[in-house]
């Protein structure tokens, strides 16, 4: 029970301090001023679109018997991931970015990718009280190899597996709102319209792969048969695509110069 109590403990501390950590980047370094009505829709914005993707793929894969193979539900469902993002990208430029409220498209960008490392954080303060409690108050507890702790007065407390889990969870849903802010960053770049229309549309589809390639995997994880760490891995490295992708944007288009002479 105190390795569970400390994963938990510790997977929140990692949420916390890695969403205080983004939110003191987004004031120094971004220079932009948050917006607390929109990181709260950004926030609710993520509880509906993740409803929507999950419905959609409960329709779409609720069948075994044909067109639902480990290929069909990875390219329709990566379809949807894609579309999505690319229908979420255009309303934030279009909303904030074109009309240059920029902290209201970093700030619902931020609220979005933040939703699931939020609600992470509430989950495990929540579960570490009950099983902290329960083992204070209900006598000590057994591991039963079905994932669940049993209590000396016969409560039963589900728990996810194995509890090293909770840490890389913490971690990869921390990086989210990273990435978020990442694509946020590249809209306010090419609103500005400094960019080749080309390249605006090239690296737009690339962010929208990007978030689908993290996102995808974690619905279907047991198909997949990926562990914790690997899920970890796929978002650490699309984070960091994404910040290359930045890095390595084609430079800004330049006005030419005016060299004809009067004759």
């Not at 209201?104 to 099983?131: E, K, R, T």
């Not at 319209?193 to 990007?210: G, P, R």
Request: overall charge positive; hydrophobic content about 60%; aromatic content about 16%.
């Amino acid at each position: 029970m105190i390795e569970i109590l400390l994963c938990y403990i510790f997977a929140f501390l990692v949420c916390i301090a890695g969403l205080a950590g983004i939110y003191l980047f987004f004031k120094k370094k971004l220079q932009v001023k948050l917006h607390w009505g929109a990181l709260s829709i950004g926030v609710i914005t993520a509880v509906v679109y993740f409803f929507i993707i999950m419905l959609l793929f409960q329709a779409t894969f609720r069948t075994e018997y044909y067109y639902n193979t480990p290929f069909f539900r990875s390219m329709v469902g990566g379809l949807f991931l894609a579309l999505l993002a690319l229908a979420r990208y255009m309303l934030v430029k279009v909303i904030c970015f074109n009309r240059y409220k920029e902290d209201l498209g970093y700030s619902f960008s931020f609220g979005f990718g933040a939703a699931p490392a939020v609600f992470l954080a509430i989950y495990l303060l929540i579960m570490a009280l009950v099983i902290a409690g329960n083992g204070i108050f209900n006598g000590p507890c057994v591991i039963e190899e079905e994932g669940y702790l049993s209590f000396a007065d016969n409560t039963i407390i589900s728990v996810f597996r194995p509890a090293a889990g909770h840490i890389s969870f913490a971690v990869m849903f921390v990086l989210l709102p990273v990435m978020m802010l990442l694509s946020a960053h590249l809209l306010w770049r090419i609103s500005e319209k400094k960019y080749n229309a080309a390249v605006s549309v090239v690296w737009v589809i690339l962010f929208s792969l990007l978030e689908t390639i993290a996102i995808l995997p974690i619905p279907f994880i047991n198909m997949y048969a990926l562990k914790h760490w690997q899920l970890l891995l796929i978002v650490a490295v699309t984070t960091a695509i994404g910040v290359i992708l930045l890095k390595f944007m084609p430079k800004e288009k330049k006005p030419s110069n005016y060299i004809k002479q009067f004759e």
